[in-house]
Each structure stands twice: as structure tokens, then as C-alpha cells.
């Protein structure tokens, strides 16, 4: 596969803003229309392209074809450490392929998040990253460490570069409604949801406290209908679903403490698989 493009903007150029004080008025949509084939645009294949035989999500997957021939690819982003990666993070982007019609979902592993800059526990990105490989199995789940090539520390700058590097696809970004309780620390949290449709993953116990978040405060009177949920393409943004699926009580943390040693498994594993360098 031919080697993905560098970057065409700086860092924090393009779409952000000087400020994050923003009218509270929704942006139009960027546009949608794609020039020739999303089949031909890069994507960063850091792992093998996943087969499409899982059954939970063929029909999904069937309409791949459909959507490449129309000329848009249409993919879910799911960031986050991944420390480890678990099956709570498989079935919610196996459910948001189903629910918002997607070909697939990337899983973006962070090299380090700013809101967890404290840390003690944080496994190294290489570890991290092949647990997330393991756990994507032969899904149709992209692993890529493409916010470590791009150099990118926030989601702002992240979403900025992705969408000019990869111009032939269309983009929803997949976050838990736990993130919501401090989205309004994101840097350019409104500056995201202008760029990109947001589909807000339900989990129990936080719809209380997500409601009564500041953000919530801007946000609420974008939210859309669920039974519209796989229109996302052609929704003006600011734009964001909620989306409830069946509750996985599986926890990054509670899984580390239950097995402090759970690096080991990975180690040779991160060796065997760090991300390529001609990837992304």
C-alpha cells in the first residue's frame, strides 16, 4: 500500500480558533461532496485490513460496497489509552456500526492524554497498542497510532489534520457520556463539535451527572433524534446522537487492578507489532 501522504497543515492551523469563546451558533456542515472514489484514498493500516466475516456486524459490513461506490467511506473514531484495551471497547464499536451504519471503526491510541498527564499506572504506547490489536481480533476495527505520527496531543488538532488528510471520508467521532463530564476541559471542545458529528455512547450510572455538566449547557439543543442516527452524514453541525446499548460493566481500571501484571501478556506481542513506519 502506497505510503500515506505528510500532513498539509501545522499544528493547531485550519480549523481551530485563537479562542474557544465561540458564538453559540452552529457552523454550517462541511461539505460532503467526494471526487472520485473513497477506495482510493490512504488509511492508516497500522494492522492488516480486518475481514468482514463477524456476524454481529455483516450486514453493516455488506454495505461497504455501497458507500465505496458512492464515493464516501464512512468511519467511526474511538480514541482513548487503551490501558488495556477490553471488550467493553469492542462492543460499543461493534454496536455503533450497526447503529450508525458505519464500515468501520478506527481506534485511535493515544501516545498521551492530556487529562491523564498524571498517571502512575500508564502502560507504555507499544503495550497499549498491541493489547488494542489483540482485542480488535479480525472485527471490522482499524488500529492506528496515527495521532503518534502526526504528532497531535489534543483532539482538536487530531480531527483538523484527519480531515484534510483524509478528505474522502466521512467521520463521526464516538465518545462515552462519562467524557462529557469534563468535555468542556477539551481543548476547543466546541471547535470539535462544530467539525464533526459526535455520537455519545450511553453508560450507566453517568446520564444524571451528564446532564448537569456545563457543556451540556451548549450542547443539548443539538442533539438528534436516535431513529435518525444513521443520517449523521447529512445533519447540520453541530450535531450529536445518543446512543444506549446493551450495558458492559467491563473497566480498563478494574481490569488493571485485578491483574497488576497484565503488561506481561503484551510485551513480546508489542515487539512482534509496533505500528510500521511507513503507516500513518
Given at each position: 500500500?502506497?505510503?500515506?501522504?505528510?500532513?498539509?497543515?501545522?499544528?493547531?492551523q485550519?480549523?481551530?480558533?485563537?479562542?474557544d469563546?465561540?458564538?453559540?451558533?452552529?457552523?454550517?456542515?462541511?461539505?460532503?461532496?467526494?471526487?472520485?472514489?473513497?477506495?482510493?484514498?490512504?488509511?492508516?493500516?497500522?494492522?492488516?485490513?480486518?475481514?468482514?466475516?463477524?456476524?454481529?456486524?455483516?450486514?453493516?459490513?455488506?454495505?461497504?460496497?455501497?458507500?465505496?461506490?458512492a464515493?464516501?467511506?464512512?468511519v467511526?473514531?474511538?480514541?482513548?489509552?487503551?490501558?488495556?484495551?477490553?471488550?467493553?471497547?469492542?462492543?460499543?464499536?461493534?454496536?455503533?456500526?450497526?447503529?450508525?451504519?458505519?464500515?468501520?471503526?478506527?481506534?485511535m491510541?493515544?501516545?498521551?492524554?492530556?487529562?491523564k498527564?498524571?498517571?502512575?499506572?500508564?502502560?507504555?504506547?507499544?503495550?497499549?497498542?498491541?493489547?488494542?490489536?489483540?482485542?480488535?481480533?479480525?472485527?471490522?476495527?482499524?488500529?492506528?497510532?496515527?495521532?503518534?505520527?502526526?504528532g497531535?496531543r489534543?483532539?482538536?488538532?487530531?480531527?483538523?489534520?484527519?480531515?484534510?488528510?483524509?478528505?474522502?471520508?466521512?467521520?463521526?467521532?464516538?465518545?462515552?457520556?462519562?467524557?462529557l463530564?469534563?468535555?468542556?476541559?477539551?481543548?476547543?471542545?466546541r471547535?470539535?463539535?462544530?467539525?464533526?458529528?459526535?455520537?455519545?455512547?450511553?453508560?450507566?450510572?453517568?446520564?444524571?451527572?451528564?446532564?448537569?455538566?456545563?457543556?451540556?449547557?451548549?450542547?443539548?439543543?443539538?442533539f438528534?433524534?436516535?431513529?435518525?442516527?444513521?443520517?449523521?452524514?447529512?445533519?447540520?453541525?453541530?450535531a450529536?446522537?445518543?446512543?444506549?446499548?446493551?450495558?458492559?460493566?467491563?473497566?480498563?481500571?478494574?481490569?488493571?487492578l485485578?491483574?497488576?501484571?497484565?503488561?506481561?501478556?503484551?510485551?513480546?506481542?508489542?515487539?512482534?507489532?509496533?505500528?510500521?513506519?511507513?503507516?500513518p
Open positions: 500500500m502506497a505510503k500515506t501522504p505528510s500532513p498539509v497543515v501545522g499544528e493547531g485550519g480549523r481551530a480558533r485563537s479562542k469563546a465561540e458564538h453559540d451558533t452552529p457552523s454550517p456542515s462541511p461539505s460532503r461532496k467526494r471526487e472520485g472514489s473513497a477506495a482510493n484514498a490512504p488509511c492508516p493500516v497500522d494492522a492488516a485490513r480486518p475481514q468482514r466475516g463477524d456476524d454481529q456486524v455483516r450486514s453493516g459490513a455488506q454495505g461497504s460496497i455501497r458507500h465505496l461506490m464515493g464516501a467511506l464512512r467511526g473514531l474511538l480514541g482513548g489509552s487503551f490501558n488495556p484495551a477490553h471488550s467493553g471497547h469492542r462492543a460499543i464499536s461493534l454496536a455503533a456500526i450497526r447503529a450508525l451504519g458505519l464500515d468501520e471503526v478506527w481506534w491510541v493515544s501516545p498521551g492524554n492530556p487529562l498527564d498524571k498517571a502512575t499506572d500508564m502502560a507504555p504506547f507499544a503495550v497499549r497498542f498491541a493489547s488494542a490489536r489483540a482485542m480488535a481480533g479480525h472485527a471490522p476495527i482499524r488500529v492506528t497510532a496515527i495521532e503518534q505520527r502526526l497531535t489534543y483532539t482538536v488538532d487530531t480531527l483538523s489534520k484527519l480531515q484534510r488528510l483524509y478528505s474522502r471520508i466521512d467521520f463521526i467521532w464516538l465518545m462515552g457520556e462519562d467524557n463530564i469534563n468535555f468542556d476541559q477539551w481543548k476547543g471542545w471547535h470539535i463539535a462544530k467539525s464533526i458529528p459526535i455520537a455519545v455512547i450511553a453508560r450507566p450510572g453517568y446520564d444524571h451527572a451528564a446532564q448537569a455538566v456545563p457543556a451540556m449547557g451548549w450542547l443539548r439543543r443539538f438528534r433524534p436516535v431513529h435518525q442516527a444513521k443520517n449523521w452524514t447529512t445533519w447540520r453541525l453541530p450529536l446522537v445518543l446512543l444506549r446499548f446493551r450495558p458492559d460493566s467491563t473497566s480498563a481500571t478494574r481490569l488493571r485485578a491483574d497488576p501484571a497484565w503488561q506481561r501478556r503484551f510485551l513480546r506481542r508489542s515487539n512482534d507489532t509496533d505500528p510500521p513506519s511507513s503507516a
